[in-house]
């Protein structure tokens, strides 16, 4: 069973205008705006050890060919083995798919879609980070609609951005990091190689069925891990309180089929996203600093879908838009604590190096918002002025980066300025994000918030 709301325009915070209607200040070529959102969860189930049920989720839903995904690392590591045993305890019949690439590229999501058509699987289980998750969801996809091309259903302009309309086999994600939230999410993102750039593909019909939600994975994350992932929730929170109200947002669909995933900011998903950041801000420094502080480790893990269902409903702006080229682009930069082979910028620090900047610049389209972030990570904002916000919200995310040891800036990751161009370029393709920003940004905006993410301290 799936959660699904959908909210008209008489809700408690009114959108001004109906579909179909021309939204005054619009010139007459104008779009019209949205009046509705939707909000779209996978269910959760949420516990310490939950994950040894996941042979008996399998066996209810009659499953009789599963795929296990996983990463290479975590296949070494207690939660995939205790999802195993709890499917060999259980009777079921899985194969396991331990190649998935850490940050994913077309290639390795084709490779495992390969994989899932070949095997023709009844059931999925993804067991591991965001990289896992969305590789399983694209398998899923792509195995169930055996005949599209694979840029069918990624986001326009790169991919041909189709709404899907095929069943998919139930899909059980079993989250081991707290931060992409991707087990409640419809989203799938990955490295388009030859653009070097990242992209995605974003449907609600891609969510998976459940996810399980155990703290005892947390456990053995690393500390980099833990942070980096711990950023990502920190931007889906900022980003999703923070992006164009759902009802600025255009066009309209006239059909609700094509209303997209990420649809702007709405009473529903601002309550999700507020209270991932008040857990973000008492708890992700501790769970960086000590593995075995289980009760930060395991509140970051239920703050990592709290954020979830925010931004996965919400969407998130620039800090993302601009994270796709940071990683797609990466040159030699090794991330510490990750264990793979190629060179990697991990989601969550390509995506809070420009936070600072971000911040700064959105501030003035909603400075209450901005001041009310900043109070909960900490700045006291009594005396605050209004015009101060961006610049409050900035300094307040430099102070907790510096406390977590975060590298300074994009020139501590390889670039220079001499690589603005490619990084505005990978940019502007972003666009289901980036105009989710509630201010508009030109190019010239976008060089600017990249060079003035270049140092932070
Ligand atoms: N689908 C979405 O909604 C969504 C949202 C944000 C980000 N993403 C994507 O998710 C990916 C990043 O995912 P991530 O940050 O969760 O990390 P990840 O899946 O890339 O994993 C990072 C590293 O941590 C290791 N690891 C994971 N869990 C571990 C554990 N419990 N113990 C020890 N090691 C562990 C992995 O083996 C890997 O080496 C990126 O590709 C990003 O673009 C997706
Ligand atoms: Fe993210």
Excluded at 113 to 126: L, P, Q, T
Excluded at 254 to 265: H, M
Excluded at 328 to 349: E, F, I, M, Q
Aim: proline letters at 7%; glycine letters at 8%.
């Amino acid at each position: 069973m799936q959660v699904l709301i959908l909210i008209g325009y008489a809700t408690v915070e009114p959108a001004k205008y109906v579909c179909g209607f021309k939204a005054p200040g619009l010139p007459a070529s104008g779009k019209t705006t949205d009046y509705a959102f939707e909000m779209a969860v996978s269910n959760i189930r949420y516990g310490a050890g939950v994950t040894k049920e996941v042979g008996m989720d399998l066996q209810n839903m009659g499953a009789k060919n599963v795929c296990l995904m996983t990463d290479k690392n975590l296949s070494q590591l207690p939660p995939v083995q205790v999802v195993m045993d709890s499917l060999v305890k259980n009777g079921i019949n899985f194969k396991v798919y331990d190649n998935v690439r850490v940050e994913p590229t077309d290639r390795s999501f084709m490779e495992a879609i390969e994989f899932a058509k070949k095997g023709a699987f009844d059931a999925y289980v993804a067991v591991g980070g965001g990289s896992t998750m969305d590789t399983c969801k694209a398998a899923n996809l792509y195995a169930s609609s055996p005949h599209s091309d694979f840029l069918d259903y990624v986001n326009a302009p790169i991919g041909k951005g189709k709404p899907v309309s095929v069943p998919l086999k139930p899909l059980i994600a079993v989250p081991t990091t707290s931060g992409t939230g991707s087990e409640t999410t419809g989203v799938a993102i990955f490295d388009y190689e030859h653009l070097k750039v990242k992209t995605g593909i974003a449907s609600r019909a891609i969510k998976p069925t459940l996810g399980l939600i155990d703290p005892l994975h947390t456990l053995h994350m690393p500390d980099r891990v833990v942070a980096n992932s711990g950023f990502d929730v920190l931007c889906h929170a900022l980003e999703s309180y923070t992006a164009l109200p759902y009802h600025m947002r255009s066009p309209c669909p006239s059909n609700p089929i094509t209303r997209p995933a990420y649809q702007g900011s709405n009473p529903i998903s601002d309550i999700w996203a507020i209270h991932a950041l008040r857990i973000v801000a008492k708890y992700l420094k501790r769970a960086v600093r000590n593995p075995d502080d289980l009760e930060a480790r395991s509140n970051m893990h239920l703050a990592s879908a709290f954020a979830g269902i925010g931004f996965g409903n919400a969407g998130v702006h620039l800090c993302h838009g601009m994270s796709y080229p940071i990683s797609g682009l990466v040159k030699t930069y090794k991330a510490k604590d990750y264990n793979v082979d190629h060179p990697l910028v991990p989601h969550g620090l390509s995506v809070v190096l420009t936070s600072p900047a971000v911040f700064s610049f959105t501030a003035q389209m909603s400075p209450e918002r901005h001041l009310e972030t900043a109070e909960i990570l900490g700045a006291d904002t009594h005396t605050a002025r209004i015009p101060d916000a961006g610049p409050i919200l900035a300094d307040t995310l430099r102070k907790f980066l510096f406390d977590l040891d975060v590298d300074d800036g994009l020139a501590s990751i390889g670039y220079s300025k001499a690589d603005i161009p490619a990084l505005v370029k990978g940019t502007l393709p972003q666009e289901r994000v980036t105009k989710l920003a509630p201010r508009p940004q030109s190019e010239e905006d976008l060089s600017a918030l990249f060079e003035a993410s270049m140092k932070l301290y």
